[in-house]
Structures are given as structure tokens and as C-alpha cells.
Nanobody
Framework: VEIEESGGGLVQPGGSLRLSCKAY????????MAWFRQAPGKGREGVSC???????SYADAVKGRFTISRDNAKNRLYLEMKSLTPEDTGMYYC??????????????????WGRGTQVTVSS
């Protein structure tokens, strides 16, 4: 399994970013896919997940501001982030829920990780 995240950067509060993830080595089109993040000094938390049928789910902290999408033809996962705040700062990771077609409310079943892409929201 290979996972590569990109698209992070430094953005001012209220700004936007679009994260992208390439993932290979498994059946991408039938796996649920998710974005996680880890803020400095905190544990990794689930941000958003999308099922193989394109059904999205979001953590309460990002609902209405973030949009997850996928392109199975390109083995790519995306996260459109708007109205960013300093609390969104962290390393963002893409992860497949291999052998699971649907997301989990407990954010379990994710065992493969990329190196992440850093998002910093600061003025």
C-alpha cells in the first residue's frame, strides 16, 4: 500500500486549501477512504470519510466547511477546506479502510498511513 498526500501549506484564517491524496496497492474503488489530522501535542483524529458509494461523513468540527470527494479512475482522494481557523492546524493524513466499503463512526479499521501534509492556519 502506497499513500501520498499533498496540498498543504500556510494559509490565513478564513482561507481555503485543497488537499489531495494518491493511494495504490489495494482496491481503491471499493474501499472507504478518510482524512485524519494530528495537531501539535494531540492525538490523531478523524476529519472526514467517504464510502465506496460516495457517501460522506464529517467530524462535527469541520461540518459545513470541509468537503471530501474521490476519483476512483485516478486513485485519488480530495479534501476541500474552507473558512479555515487556527484550530485546523495540523498534519493531515489520508487513509484507506481496506476490505471495508463503508465508513465507521468509531473511525476504526485504518491501518495504513502516508507521511501526511502539513496545514498551518495563521496570520
Amino acid at each position: 500500500v502506497e499513500i501520498e498526500e499533498s496540498g498543504g501549506g500556510l494559509v490565513q484564517p478564513g482561507g481555503s486549501l485543497r488537499l489531495s491524496c494518491k493511494a495504490y496497492g489495494f482496491a481503491f474503488d471499493i474501499a472507504a477512504m478518510a482524512w485524519f489530522r494530528q495537531a501539535p501535542g494531540k492525538g490523531r483524529e478523524g476529519v472526514s470519510c467517504i464510502s465506496w458509494t460516495d457517501a460522506p461523513s464529517y467530524a462535527d468540527a469541520v461540518k459545513g466547511r470541509f468537503t471530501i470527494s474521490r476519483d476512483n479512475a485516478k486513485n485519488r482522494l480530495y479534501l476541500e477546506m474552507k473558512s479555515l481557523t487556527p484550530e485546523d492546524t495540523g498534519m493531515y493524513y489520508c487513509a484507506p479502510r481496506i476490505e471495508h466499503r463503508y465508513c465507521s463512526t468509531s473511525w476504526s479499521g485504518f491501518e495504513h498511513w502516508g507521511r501526511g501534509t502539513q496545514v498551518t492556519v495563521s496570520s
